[in-house]
């Protein structure tokens, strides 16, 4: 019953911005970290931002001043807000919860971002 759905991929041109949701089901999600992390082909799955239970952000030092990550709890979503994106970006985008009190992690879908040069 737990489920993280993420949207928001597609393709778009170098410079250009995307914001990636996704929305959870089955946790709870106001008291739990959540993060975004990518792979592209060939290469290994990789930290992008997370942000706490409390708001507190941390982004890998390549989308530093380019990506965003917040959240909602209300609707249960977290954000990832990419600008500048080069094609570098590229890679499949994965929403993740990581493991800890309040359960197991869980790892969505994941989505497509193509970055066109």
């Known amino acids: 019953q737990v489920q993280l759905v993420e949207f928001g991929g597609g393709v778009v041109q170098s410079g250009g911005s995307l914001r990636l949701p996704c929305i959870a089901s089955?946790?709870?999600?106001?008291?739990?970290?959540m993060g975004w992390y990518r792979q592209a082909p060939g290469t290994q799955r990789d930290l992008v931002a997370s942000?706490?239970?409390?708001?507190?952000?941390y982004y890998t030092d390549s989308v530093k001043g380019r990506f965003t990550i917040s959240r909602d709890n209300v609707k249960s979503t977290v954000y990832l807000q990419m600008n500048s994106l080069n094609p570098e970006d590229a890679a499949v985008y994965y929403c993740?919860?990581?493991?800890?009190?309040?359960?197991?992690?869980?790892w969505g879908q994941g989505t497509q971002v193509t970055v066109s040069s």
């Open positions: 942000i706490s239970r409390v708001g507190s952000t």
């Open positions: 089955g946790i709870s999600f106001s008291n739990v970290d």
């Open positions: 993740h919860k990581p493991r800890g009190y309040y359960g197991p992690e869980y």
